[in-house]
């Protein structure tokens, strides 16, 4: 939003990683939306993401997309391993930076052992019956009780993988996304080996927090040498797993340190989801306390998620300290000119859309 000389609330101002300016502080945060067919996404994707790119996010994150098409939760998610989806999101990418201030990056994932399992609405198991993949694991644990059972990966396979985390990084790039986000969250493949709650190996990929981060920051290294140098590279993560045994908030700041020093730019602070046991329902903002145990730890940045839906609450985090960027999911789904309104209640120009100009005529 452009200043108008006075002092701009917390989440109107700019904020830059590497070569990338955000022009304000809320994030699309990732969210799956089952609507693509073979990984290829169309025309709900360039709606959804392109409605909040014009509703004034400063930064819109696409849903989860995999590396491999046995890399998906569904058959219905998305994906970046063919070239055929590479230019499927150019066009997203293209009518987003063409139309609105809004930069996009893209979520790149594989989800291990939370694969092959229905759409979200269609959902009454975990087992897709027609049409499933064989998973795979850090070790041979399901998910759940109600999940398949994982293949345990080799030397080989986790050589594989980060080949593909590299090949979808170079397409990410040729389609002209601004920054990349790899999902090391929610019990996912790499979440899964950054838990001690999934990964019982014993060889060097398992262990200590150090073992266990071993695969992910190979991935991490591996992704940054072929990302361009100007271009920002976040991770979400389980800070905490919510679970005895599991990691603490304690490991979820080593685990930051370690992903920063390996060149990480901004850590995406989520928390659980790394079994099938639920994640506590909590009110509020339950999830900001461990983006800003890391942010205090580490003085690095990093995203907060989770029940954010106001501009009271996004004002409040950042003047706080408590974290840079807030991911606002939910609400913008229910609200896709969230950032608009909320200049307009603060009396900021809300600079619409040019074809909107007409807006302004409603407060003249």
């Not at 998910?143 to 397409?171: G, H, L």
């Not at 304690?250 to 060149?263: C, K, N, P, Q, V």
């Amino acid at each position: 939003m452009p200043d108008t000389g006075e002092t701009l609330p917390a989440m109107f101002t700019p904020f830059s990683l590497r070569g990338l300016t955000l022009p304000n502080r809320i994030v699309l945060s990732p969210m799956c939306m089952y609507s693509a067919t073979d990984g290829q996404v169309g025309d709900f994707q360039l709606a959804h993401l392109g409605s909040r790119a014009q509703g004034g996010a400063g930064l819109v994150l696409t849903e989860m997309t995999n590396v491999r098409a046995d890399g998906r939760i569904s058959p219905g998610c998305a994906g970046m391993w063919r070239e055929e989806h590479m230019h499927a999101w150019k066009r997203v990418v293209d009518f987003v930076h063409a139309d609105s201030e809004a930069k996009i990056g893209v979520q790149l994932a594989h989800a291990g052992r939370k694969g092959s399992v229905p759409v979200a609405w269609d959902r009454s198991s975990r087992v897709l019956k027609d049409g499933g993949w064989q998973l795979i694991a850090p070790s041979a644990i399901p998910f759940s009780e109600e999940s398949p059972m994982p293949r345990e990966m080799t030397t080989d396979d986790i050589a594989a993988i980060t080949d593909c985390f590299v090949k979808s990084a170079r397409w990410a790039d040729e389609a002209g996304f601004d920054i990349i986000e790899i999902h090391m969250g929610h019990g996912y493949l790499l979440s899964s080996f950054m838990s001690p709650l999934s990964n019982k190996r014993s060889d060097r990929y398992g262990g200590s927090l150090e073992a266990r981060m071993q695969f992910p920051l190979e991935v991490l290294h591996a992704v940054r040498a072929v990302w361009p140098e100007d271009k920002p590279i976040s991770a979400r993560i389980s800070a905490i797993d919510w679970e005895e045994g599991g990691n603490t908030i304690e490991d979820g700041i080593e685990m930051s340190r370690m992903l920063f020093d390996a060149g990480l730019d901004i850590v995406d602070v989520s928390t659980g989801n790394v079994t099938g046991a639920a994640r506590p329902v909590m009110p509020g903002l339950f999830q900001t306390p461990y983006a800003e145990a890391i942010r205090k730890a580490l003085s690095k940045p990093v995203m907060t998620v989770g029940n954010i839906r106001s501009a009271d609450d996004a004002n409040g985090i950042i003047n706080e300290g408590r974290a840079d960027l807030c991911c606002v999911g939910r609400w913008q789904l229910y609200d896709p000119y969230f950032v608009r309104h909320a200049a307009q209640e603060a009396g900021i120009d809300p600079n619409w859309p040019k074809q909107y100009q007409n807006i302004r005529k409603m407060f003249s």
